[in-house]
């Protein structure tokens, strides 16, 4: 890192492509929050049963997710290269995987789900809303992994408004599916949790169809849904996007893990736990969105031969993640209550959640350092040193210290808190220390 300053042609630079992004990933992460008020309003078990379930989904829909950075990594770099291989075979690739990975994986997970809630969940209300909830989760498979192929491809050919439009699209459209089957309007019977989670998967397919559109009329020259990717392209894309789909699942296991672990500590901390961690999401996909841009950069210029404008790219992304992410802190600091009400309304549930929020609000701009270099490290072909650090510690080091500090030792939220801060900091030095280190500069894809 040279110095501390950006200049503002590189931020406009980094901007134009992490803004459309953020509001695209920002825009998922609240319509998941408006998920939550709109369900808080059925009361806190409805609350855990859908907090228990969307950490399930992403057990295999960050599977899938896996996908984006690998068709994103290798168009921008055969974009540094100057290839004149069709721009649409990456995203042709990504979308083959999909639907060979997803179809089976429907099939098992909807199978499999009754018997997976019964352990998760020891509250038979709670299980009883979440098993329905779920499934109807997992028939989002192929649709999630097809998006995600789609979000790699318009990031990596530098187009992410088209990402952004569609996104904002399909969240307006699942908040009205929301609205009416969850309450039951319009003669639509209520549905309850079970409403939430039809309106999540029909707007992800009405994403699928609106992708797939734009697309075939920007790119029908280019070889879209008919350039057949030829093996080494899909290993290509499966061999960049496998680290960051491992890493997808296993923490988001980790995850459903950790909401069990909190879970066994009472009710009221769980609901409390589910809105803190999607309060979290929200700030770490702004930092995710400056990763996939640094991402594209990065292996453009690394295309290029220009390691160096690489290398400062990246530390650039990271500078500004650190300062506007403390900065979006601030009012959670501040306000904590106010922003918790706007989710929960019991007041020993709001109580017990202001201080965990404090630390989030005070931590996340330097954490965004770790998610803005584990993106770029998946997609120029480092991942499998980032897994090592974030997955490592967080099966061998958080998660038996959230259970000794919760259930074991009877503590509450706010030191359990401490335990997921610890782990942040750790994961953030050790896999800032991998992006210094610059193994990834001579990497071939």
């Not at 998920?35 to 599977?63: N, P, Q």
């Not at 098993?131 to 498979?141: Q, T």
């Amino acid at each position: 890192m040279t110095n501390l300053m950006v200049s503002k042609q590189r931020i406009r630079t980094i901007f134009k492509l992490a803004v459309p992004v953020g509001i695209a990933l920002s825009s998922n992460i609240v319509m998941s929050v408006i998920d939550l008020a709109m369900v808080g309003r059925l009361g806190t078990k409805a609350i855990a049963a859908v907090g228990l379930s969307v950490f399930s989904s992403t057990l295999v829909l960050g599977f899938m997710a896996g996908i984006a950075p690998g068709v994103q990594g290798l168009a921008a770099r055969r974009r540094g290269e100057g290839s004149t291989e069709s721009e649409c075979l990456p995203l042709n690739a990504g979308l083959v995987i999909a639907l060979v990975a997803g179809v089976p994986l429907t099939v098992v997970c909807c199978l499999l789900t009754p018997a997976f809630f019964s352990i998760i969940s020891s509250d038979p209300e709670v299980t009883r809303m979440g098993i329905p909830f779920l499934r109807i989760l997992y028939l989002g498979i192929v649709a999630a992994g097809m998006n995600a192929g789609f979000k790699g491809h318009w990031s990596g050919v530098e187009k992410p408004k088209v990402y952004m439009v569609i996104v904002v699209f399909m969240v307006l459209l699942n908040a009205a599916l929301n609205y009416v089957l969850i309450f039951g309007h319009f003669g639509v019977s209520a549905l309850g949790v079970t409403g939430a989670a039809i309106g999540t998967v029909s707007a992800s397919y009405v994403g699928v169809i609106a992708n797939s559109l734009i697309a075939y009329g920007w790119f029908k020259k280019d070889g879209f849904a008919k350039a057949k990717p030829e093996l080494s392209v899909l290993k290509s894309v499966a061999r960049l996007g496998a680290p960051s789909a491992v890493q997808q699942l296993f923490f988001a296991a980790g995850y459903t893990v950790f909401l069990w672990l909190v879970g066994r500590v009472g009710t009221a901390e769980l609901a409390a736990a589910t809105v803190l961690v999607r309060i979290t999401m929200i700030l770490i996909l702004l930092a995710t969105s400056l990763g996939i841009a640094s991402a594209t950069l990065v292996s453009k210029n690394v295309g290029a031969g220009d390691i160096a404008g690489a290398a400062q790219w990246g530390w650039d992304a990271g500078k500004l993640g650190v300062v506007g992410i403390s900065l979006l802190g601030v009012p959670l600091f501040l306000f904590p209550k106010l922003v918790l009400s706007l989710f929960l309304t019991d007041p020993h549930t709001i109580s017990i959640a202001i201080d965990p929020l404090r630390l989030v609000a005070a931590t996340t701009g330097i954490g965004s350092l770790l998610h803005i270099f584990a993106y770029t490290l998946y997609s120029v072909g480092d991942g499998h040193r980032v897994n090592v650090v974030a997955l490592g510690m967080q099966w061998l080091l958080f998660l038996p210290a959230v259970w000794i500090v919760g259930p074991y030792s009877h503590h509450g939220l706010l030191q359990i808190w401490l335990v997921q801060m610890t782990y942040g900091s750790l994961a953030t030095v050790l896999v800032t220390a991998i992006w210094i280190d610059g193994r990834w500069k001579r990497i071939k894809i």
